[in-house]
């Protein structure tokens, strides 16, 4: 586990339900879209924490967790573009529509969007913002669905 400044803050429980979001049935992905948005934020803003704030030693495992989320994430692609005939190009500009989404469902996403755009302008510039410890979200029980 990683932990982050004066207090202990893990990155461990965002980057699992991340990753075990990919394991999901295709119906429980839908109902579970903004849990997963949200976790993916809150995953970031530890990752930026970490680059800004972390020990060599931090920072290397903060980066061989991204490596492997960023590869998930491309298999998850490919097997849409596969289940699905798209290209990624394709893919990503249905994405982007939110005509193809609830209300609710896009609001997560382009939230989620809006914040982790913000963090990465943070990060490029290396502000002052990553001094704070984000704070621990509080764990969801495993088998919660949302309504």
């Known amino acids: 586990?990683?932990?982050?400044?004066?207090?202990?803050?893990?990155?461990?429980?965002?980057?699992?339900?991340?990753?075990?979001?990919?394991?999901?049935?295709?119906?429980?992905?839908?109902a579970r879209l903004k849990e997963v948005f949200e976790d993916s934020v809150e995953y970031f803003k530890r990752f930026k924490y970490?680059?800004?704030?972390?020990?060599?030693?931090?920072?290397?495992e903060s980066l061989k967790k991204m490596t492997l989320l960023k590869a998930k994430m491309e298999e998850e692609t490919q097997r849409i573009c596969k289940k699905t005939?798209?290209?990624?190009?394709?893919?990503?500009?249905?994405?982007?529509?939110?005509?193809?989404?609830?209300?609710?469902?896009?609001?997560?996403?382009?939230?989620?969007k809006q914040k982790l755009d913000e963090d990465a302008k943070e990060m490029k510039k290396k502000g002052d913002g990553g001094n704070e410890p984000p704070k621990k979200r509080r764990k969801r029980p495993k088998k919660w669905i949302q309504s």
Do not use: C, H
């Open 50 to 60: 970490q680059m800004l704030n972390g020990t060599e030693e931090e920072k290397k």
């Open 85 to 112: 005939g798209m290209t990624p190009e394709q893919l990503a500009a249905y994405s982007s529509d939110p005509k193809n989404f609830s209300q609710e469902q896009w609001g997560a996403i382009k939230g989620a």
């Open 1 to 30: 586990m990683i932990k982050v400044g004066p207090g202990r803050v893990y990155m461990e429980d965002e980057f699992d339900r991340i990753m075990g979001f990919f394991d999901l049935s295709s119906e429980e992905k839908e």
